[in-house]
């Protein structure tokens, strides 16, 4: 019997330091796809990380189906036209305009934008946040990600006293808050986090 895979949790086959530095890229997390539009072979597509509110958005456009059984439906359609780009923007239009490939295409490409979503557009709302929350410490100790993470400390500000850190996310990506994804928030929160306990750490 094939284990029903968490889509919830971290992926298991990325290592933590890459799953840090994907949610890194500005302005939103993406990733190619291995996938091709028929008769436009030559077209590079990638998938595109959203918010909470805009997955949702896209999932209410179904009848509650669950995630690990998108088909060729409406939830798959609006899936894809707001998560694909060109390197010159949106793929597609409307779901409309997704729904003109064939069927056969519309589920290889929503399972393939399913997949690389999985890695880079965690939730606040349908992730185990616990579990990123690790995976994203663990990445940030990576000596390659190490000036990311104390950029991201630094961009804190601090009040009182007591030194009072208050993230400033924004600062760091040079995005308004609300223009950022839940994985952007995570992985500054991770950073800063991890670096703030190695401070504090005896052995920091």
Same mark, same amino acid.
């Given at each position: 019997? *094939? ?5 919830s ?6 290592? /933590?330091k %890459?799953?840090? =530095? @994907?949610? &890194?890229?500005?302005?939103?997390? +993406? +990733?190619?796809?291995?996938?091709? !539009? ?6 590079k597509?990638?998938?595109r990380?959203?918010?909470? &509110?805009?997955?949702?958005e896209?999932? /209410?456009a ?7 059984q &998108?088909? !060729? ?5 609006e899936?894809?036209? $707001?998560? !694909? ?5 949106r793929? %597609?239009?409307s #779901?409309d305009?997704?729904?003109? $490939? @064939?069927?056969?295409?519309?589920? +290889?490409l929503? #399972? /393939?934008?399913l ?5 880079? #557009?965690? *939730?606040?709302?349908? @992730?185990?946040?616990?579990?990123? /929350?690790?995976? &994203? ?6 000596l390659?990600?190490?000036?990311e ?8 500000d601090?009040v009182?006293?007591d ?8 600062r760091? %990506?040079? $995005?308004?808050?609300c223009?950022?994804?839940?994985? +952007?928030?995570?992985?500054? #929160?991770?950073?800063t ?6 401070? =504090?750490s005896?052995?920091?």
């Amino acid at each position: 019997m *094939t284990k029903k895979l968490d889509r919830s949790r971290p992926p298991t086959d990325c290592k /933590e330091k %890459f799953l840090f =530095r @994907s949610l &890194l890229r500005r302005p939103r997390p +993406q +990733q190619a796809l291995n996938f091709r !539009v028929r008769g436009a072979e030559h077209i590079k597509l990638y998938a595109r990380a959203l918010k909470s &509110l805009e997955q949702a958005e896209a999932f /209410e456009a179904g009848d509650d189906i669950e995630l690990e059984q &998108l088909t !060729v439906s409406a939830i798959t359609a609006e899936l894809i036209s $707001l998560t !694909v780009y060109t390197p010159r923007g949106r793929a %597609f239009g409307s #779901s409309d305009d997704v729904m003109r $490939l @064939s069927g056969n295409e519309i589920g +290889q490409l929503g #399972s /393939e934008v399913l997949n690389v979503l999985h890695a880079i #557009s965690p *939730t606040y709302s349908r @992730s185990d946040t616990g579990a990123w /929350e690790m995976a &994203l410490k663990k990445g940030a100790q990576d000596l390659s990600n190490i000036h990311e993470a104390m950029s991201m400390y630094r961009s804190c500000d601090r009040v009182g006293m007591d030194g009072t850190v208050y993230e400033r996310p924004d600062r760091y %990506f040079g $995005l308004p808050i609300c223009e950022l994804t839940d994985g +952007q928030l995570m992985v500054f #929160s991770a950073a800063t986090k991890y670096v703030a306990d190695a401070i =504090r750490s005896p052995d920091g």
